[in-house]
Nanobody, 116 residues
């Protein structure tokens, strides 16, 4: 059974930093790509950043470019999201999605709150 376990969320002041992690386990084969999404209260879920596990190609939402950095450890099937210069509007539940053999799997989400 495929599991995605996210960690690293929490409460941080504006301008602060957090690093999220998402580890995938319980499958054979390889992860094609991993993506971070977020969903704020009353808003639709939106893509934050995506990375391919083999080549490391990345793409970001315009709202986080220059502030967030996605990276991966392919050997550990783990993706990270380094978030700097956090703003109150970054407050949301952050979800990890993994594409494994053409099937998408989701984590349970981790809360990020940016507030003074």
């Amino acid at each position: 059974q495929v599991q995605l376990v996210e960690s690293g969320g929490g409460l941080v002041q504006p301008g602060g930093s957090l690093r999220l992690s998402c580890a995938a386990s319980g499958f054979l084969g390889s992860v094609d790509a991993m993506t971070w999404y977020r969903q704020a209260p009353g808003k639709e879920r939106e893509l934050v950043a995506r990375i391919t596990m083999l080549g490391g190609s990345t793409n970001y939402a315009d709202s986080v470019k220059g502030r967030f950095t996605i990276s991966r450890d392919s050997a550990k099937n783990t993706v990270y999201l380094r978030m700097d210069s956090l703003k109150p509007e970054d407050t949301a539940v952050y979800y990890c999605r993994a594409r494994i053999t053409l099937t998408d799997y989701w984590g349970q989400g981790t809360q990020v709150t940016v507030s003074s």
